[in-house]
């Protein structure tokens, strides 16, 4: 495994048991195959609070059928899962967010015909008697939320097509702090957009984590992954390839081993 | 803000939608002109009322569907198969006008439930399942009246969409009940809105300028008196304009206040973001379609009653009526976009134009083409807009 969080020296919110610290989400020798094809092998995946974890690897590594299977998209084939040290299934999305688990998906998902109010509570709207919408209340609460994460959001009555790139970013990132959650899954948020709207979603996500919440983060991008994340998690032909301290590794390292130049030896630190 | 820059913002911004109220008093104009103010004479704009509220009623429910990215050509065959129980049941059986009217409903509800099985759970395009339902439909009319038609109704059964309210409270010329429903209904209106308002103020919500929003409402105001005038007029307050009435104001709370609603927009604009943030896409369409056929039976009720009978060949094309509403009405065909209250005002474009050629005794071909044509224009404005706010990200 991944030995001790690599990063130390801050406060943890109390998670039932309290020491030794006790990951947010604990994913041990998790495999899933596509028919033939073997997705992730043995994988093994944590992340603690207060922490931004990247999740990289090449096309086909197994990084968004990973991340699919922490937001409950996918089910695994085998392997355990444990949500602060309990034993969990996440069979499906709405289970995953029950347990605080937030995604943003690549495609963001969010409904260009409404407002950014309604796309943040869609689908766990306030209701007055169950069925009639509070949109004062909401509104109230998004502003709160954007205003929290310095989002670069105009009109919480935008409707989503009037944004840009970014803002569509920072809107899909906001919706993930509806409800408290306690972890918030990443997949590709900086690509396609621009170096000033990247730099945007970046402070985001050290937001997040400044927040308290365990950050997964899934890129292509070296240089975001390095700026932003704590640890970096290398997999390869679904395979766990390494783990690094953000801070410390080189980008060469990094890059032998998604390429699988180096390989790595359960148990040890791949530098 | 002005006054004046609020009025231009508000054109401005929502161009689509306020484009549509504009056309509307355009093409009012333009036939009270050719009509020499015949289209809205007391006497006519009754009759307008009552000849367009079953495509009016239809169209409330095809603006939820559309919206919600499907589509329904089964309504037409549907207003036929609910209008021949009802015939079946109090004219062949001699049961009373409310049963009738009772077992529609339950034969709208269960197509609605039917097709709402197919499309939700089955997963087959709503194209598909409604234009089975079409034929599968009218096959059943057919069956159920034994290929003859069955009239008359009992004088109750007329009145749903043939029966005034008037001479309660009296009036010289014009009838005062009439008025006061109007007078009421506005009053219930303004408030609503102040109500509104203020509760958009308490959080801290963008309103428009309180002068313009005093000029909105004396407008408002102003229009529907002045139309609830010449109803009374005429023969008094039509049953059905009150059936017509409750079902606007009941299912625009439904679309803009509700969950539900909500989530119909949700799924018209992007399926997938819907079902990942945990909305019950099987569910919510399938109500939609039940809903749907729910309104389609109150429409064949009202159908049924204005012709005093049931045909087999009822309610032939009335799908396309009530789909070119709400096209004309501002939806969107990619779903997503659309309101009940845009439908109305569509269904009343395609009524106004109608009823305004009849009068001026253009040929029915003519009649036919002009329709098509506004329909063509108005969907191809949608995409024009389209195309603008894209270009403008």
């Known amino acids: 495994m991944t030995g001790a969080p690599v990063h130390d020296g801050e406060q943890v919110r109390p998670m039932g048991a309290t020491a030794p610290r006790v990951p947010l989400l604990a994913m041990k020798q998790i495999t899933k195959r596509f028919n033939a094809v073997e997705a992730l092998v043995g994988v093994d995946f944590e992340v603690y609070a207060h922490e931004v974890v990247a999740l990289v690897g090449d096309n086909g590594a197994g990084k968004s059928t990973l991340a699919q299977i922490v937001s409950g998209v996918l089910t695994p084939d085998s392997g355990i899962i444990e949500l602060a040290g309990e034993p969990a299934t996440i069979p499906n999305p709405s289970a995953a967010h029950a347990a605080g688990i937030a995604t943003v998906f690549q495609d963001l998902a969010l409904c260009d015909n409404l407002d950014v109010t309604a796309n943040l509570f869609l689908g766990r709207e306030a209701t007055a008697g169950g069925s009639f919408l509070r949109d004062g209340e909401m509104e109230q609460t998004t502003k709160r939320i954007l205003r929290d994460l310095n989002s670069p959001i105009p009109s919480v009555k935008t409707q989503l097509h009037a944004l840009s790139g970014g803002q569509r970013q920072s809107v899909a990132i906001a919706r993930t702090l509806i409800g408290n959650p306690r972890i918030v899954v990443l997949d590709e948020p900086t690509a396609a957009l621009s170096v000033a709207q990247t730099a945007e979603v970046l402070t985001l996500i050290e937001r997040l984590r400044e927040l308290g919440l365990g950050v997964i983060l899934i890129s292509h991008n070296m240089v975001d992954v390095r700026a932003v994340s704590d640890r970096i998690e290398v997999l390869r032909h679904g395979r766990n390839n390494g783990s690094f301290d953000a801070t410390t590794a080189s980008y060469e390292s990094i890059l032998a081993a998604i390429t699988g130049a180096t390989s790595y030896i359960k148990g040890d630190r791949a530098y | 803000m002005t006054a004046v820059a609020g009025l231009k913002e508000i054109f401005t911004r929502n161009l689509r939608t306020s484009g549509i109220y504009i056309a509307f008093v355009a093409i009012i104009g333009l036939f009270t002109i050719l009509t020499d103010g015949m289209l809205l004479s007391p006497g006519n704009l009754t009759n307008i009322v009552l000849q367009y509220s079953y495509i009016l009623i239809l169209a409330i429910g095809m603006v939820i569907v559309i919206i919600a990215g499907h589509i329904d050509l089964s309504v037409g065959s549907v207003v036929a198969l609910t209008g021949a129980v009802s015939a079946v049941v109090v004219i062949k059986n001699g049961a ?250 569509g269904g009343l474009i395609m009524g106004v134009m109608s009823n305004g050629m009849q009068l001026m005794g253009i040929d029915q071909s003519v009649q036919q083409m002009v329709k098509g044509l506004v329909l063509l224009l108005a969907v191809a404005f949608d995409i024009y807009n389209k195309r603008r706010a894209g270009a403008a990200r």
């Not at chain 2, 097709?115 to 997963?123: M, P, R, S």
């Not at chain 2, 009838?175 to 809105?193: E, H, K, N, P, R």
């Not at chain 2, 005093?214 to 109803?231: D, E, H, P, R, W």
């Not at chain 2, 604009?269 to 809903?291: M, T």
């Open chain 2, 96 to 345: 009373p006008w409310w049963l009738g009217v009772l077992v529609a409903l339950a034969v709208g509800l269960a197509v609605g439930a039917w097709q709402g099985f197919w499309v939700a759970y089955v997963g087959i395009p709503a194209f598909i399942v409604t234009l089975a339902g079409m034929l599968l439909f009218r096959g059943m009319t057919l069956q159920v009246l034994e290929n003859i038609s069955l009239s008359p109704f009992p004088g109750e059964y007329q009145k749903i969409a043939g029966g005034f309210l008037n001479g309660i409270l009296g009036g010289n010329g014009f009838d005062v009940f009439t008025l006061v429903i109007f007078a009421l209904a506005l009053v219930g209106y303004g408030v609503s809105q102040f109500r509104s308002r203020q509760a958009r103020i308490k959080y801290q919500q963008t309103v428009e300028a309180f002068p313009l929003f005093v000029l909105k409402l004396v407008l408002i105001s102003a229009v529907v008196m002045a139309f609830g005038y010449q109803l009374s007029r005429s023969r008094g307050l039509p049953i059905v304009l009150i059936i017509l009435g409750v079902l606007i104001m009941a299912y625009t709370i439904v679309t803009t206040k509700t969950v539900f609603g909500r989530h119909v927009y949700a799924i018209g604009g992007n399926l997938h973001a819907a079902q990942l943030s945990g909305v019950k896409v099987r569910k919510i369409n399938f109500w939609i379609f039940v809903n749907m056929g729910f309104l389609a039976a109150v429409a064949g009720v009202v159908y049924s009653s204005r012709s005093n009978g049931a045909q087999p060949g009822a309610g032939n094309m009335f799908e396309l009526d009530a789909i070119a509403a709400c096209f004309i009405g501002g939806a969107s065909t990619t779903g997503g976009v659309g309101r009940v209250t845009g439908a109305m005002v």
